[in-house]
């Protein structure tokens, strides 16, 4: 069964530094998709960024970035320049494709929360 | 284009009721998905439902139901309702390709308490 862990449940960052979330999975497939999601305060889940498995390059959203390592099956979110309004719970998320019938799989981490210190 | 959301916002249940949670996808997404939050648990995955029929379902009791009306509106009902049932619970829709959801938009969430 995949699995999704991430293992800061809490961090902190000065505002304008860089910060790293770390997530690792396990899976036996080959062909998946990776997600980061926000949760800000006020609760809304929104996209922050995606990278799909069979792409070496690692994907970029302005100040967000991923490091995906899938022979070490990690992927991990970079904030550059952090700001006061990245302040929020990320979700790291596992997504199985390629199944045939339409059932898949979309696996959520326990989060981390991050604060963007003034 | 609006986005997804969810009613009631807020509600108070007690124990042994039901309560049925109602979402409205973005227009032309056809798949909604339902989760649990809960500060122990996370995020788990109640089930999906696409075209008025669910497709995937999680690891929740039979008390836990929904539906899909062909506006693609859903509607989740938790029957007998338990105190563990408190959570926030999200509703998310998907566009699809090749009937395969990628990118999940969510909505603002209803946050159950039961007492």
């Known amino acids: 069964a995949q699995t999704v862990t991430q293992s800061q449940p809490e961090m902190s960052v000065q505002e304008a530094e860089t910060v790293t979330l770390s997530c690792t999975y396990d899976t036996s497939e080959s062909n998946y998709y990776l997600f980061w999601y926000k949760q800000p305060p006020s609760r809304q889940m929104i996209l922050v960024i995606r990278?799909?498995?069979?792409?070496?390059q690692n994907a970029t959203e302005n100040r967000f970035s991923v490091n995906f390592q899938k022979a070490a099956k990690s992927f991990s979110l970079k904030i550059s320049d952090s700001q006061l309004g990245d302040t929020a719970m990320y979700f790291c998320?596992?997504?199985?494709?390629?199944?045939?019938?339409?059932?898949?799989?979309?696996?959520f981490g326990t989060g981390t929360r991050l604060k963007v210190l003034a | 284009k609006a986005g997804v959301t969810q009613t009631p916002r807020y509600l108070i249940k007690t124990r042994g009721q039901q309560v049925t949670l109602s979402c409205s996808p973005i227009s032309g997404h056809r798949s909604v998905s339902w989760y649990q939050q809960t500060p122990g648990q996370g995020l788990q995955f109640l089930f999906e439902y696409f075209s008025e029929t669910q497709r995937n379902k999680g690891n929740f009791p039979g008390r836990f139901s929904g539906r899909q009306f062909s506006n693609s509106r859903s509607e989740m009902n938790v029957s007998t309702l338990e105190l563990g049932d408190s959570a926030l619970y999200l509703c998310?829709?998907?566009?699809?390709?090749?009937?395969?959801?990628?990118?999940?938009?969510f909505g603002p969430g209803t946050r159950l308490t039961v007492t």
């Open positions: 990278q799909e498995a069979y792409k070496q």
């Open positions: 998320a596992f997504m199985k494709t390629g199944l045939a019938s339409g059932t898949y799989k979309y696996i």
């Open positions: 998310a829709s998907s566009s699809l390709k090749d009937r395969i959801i990628y990118e999940q938009y």
